[in-house]
């Protein structure tokens, strides 16, 4: 069997996303690892984690998808409140767009298996 959509976002898109904030929010707004990490709501470790590449290393966005979480990341530096609504956009932006249809299902079942 398959993983279902919600699967799938919870296990690989959300990471992913809190991934590409980390990279933009340590990398273009200089952030601490502490302060992205209490934005994003994940530990300082998940952070550091998510930029060695040791998290989240499945799913890859397109470059629209990467420029939206871009922009976004400066909406969210200057109100951090935002933070939430403004992942679950990006969610439905990528929902929109098709792209779970583009995501291997039987690679995520193996490694569903395997974790």
């Known amino acids: 069997m398959y993983p279902l959509n919600q699967e799938i976002e919870t296990l690989y898109i959300l990471p992913a996303i809190r991934r590409e ?17 209490r934005i994003l ?6 952070i550091s984690q998510y ?3 040791k998290r989240a290393t499945l799913i890859q966005f397109p470059k629209d998808i990467q ?3 871009e922009k ?3 909406i ?3 109100d951090e409140k935002k933070s939430g609504s403004m992942i679950k ?3 439905r932006e990528i929902k929109k ?3 779970y249809k583009n995501i291997n299902k039987k690679q995520i079942k193996n490694n569903l298996a395997i974790t």
């Open 21 to 37: 904030f980390a990279k933009v929010l340590t990398g273009k707004y200089n952030l601490t690892y502490e302060k992205t990490g």
């Open 41 to 46: 709501g994940v530990s300082k470790v998940a």
């Open 97 to 99: 767009l098709g792209f």
């Open 67 to 69: 420029k939206k979480i």
């Open 51 to 53: 930029l060695n590449h």
């Open 89 to 91: 956009s990006i969610i």
């Open 72 to 74: 976004t990341a400066k």
């Open 76 to 78: 969210i530096v200057k």
